[in-house]
């Protein structure tokens, strides 16, 4: 089992960037597949981007592709979202997710552990 708390939210201007990261605790890091999903007031939890076990492939949403890049350090149980010309509608609270396969990343079903959530606030 994976206890998982994301960091680096914060309140930003449009045309900015932040890093968020993902510390998981507990064993077996190593081999869970990573994801990010948001989600705003009033809307659904939003597939963000998502990276396999050892880091070699990565999948995104397409309202951040080109835009975000996720990235995973094992040996520091850690994953990254780095969030390059922020629009305004990228604010949402954004979860860390763990899934123990690599099947339908883009559901938030198909992940078995969640992060709290940081908030990400762009504004105009």
């Known amino acids: 089992q994976v206890q998982l708390a994301e960091s680096g939210g914060g309140l930003v201007q449009a045309g900015a960037s932040l890093r968020l990261s993902c510390i998981a605790s507990?064993?077996?890091?190593?081999?869970?597949?990573m994801g990010w999903f948001r989600q705003a007031p009033g809307k659904e939890r939003e597939f963000v981007a998502a990276i396999s076990y050892r880091g070699g492939y990565t999948f995104y949403g397409d309202s951040v592709k080109g835009r975000f890049t996720i990235s995973k350090d094992n040996a520091k149980n850690t994953v990254y979202l780095q969030m390059n010309s922020l629009k305004p509608e990228d604010t949402a609270i954004y979860y860390c997710?763990?899934?123990?396969?690599?099947?339908?990343?883009?559901?938030?079903?198909?992940?078995?552990?969640w992060g709290p959530g940081t908030q990400v606030t762009v504004s105009s």
């Open positions: 507990g064993s077996g890091f190593s081999g869970y597949t």
């Open positions: 997710a763990a899934q123990e396969t690599l099947v339908s990343l883009r559901l938030p079903g198909a992940y078995d552990y």
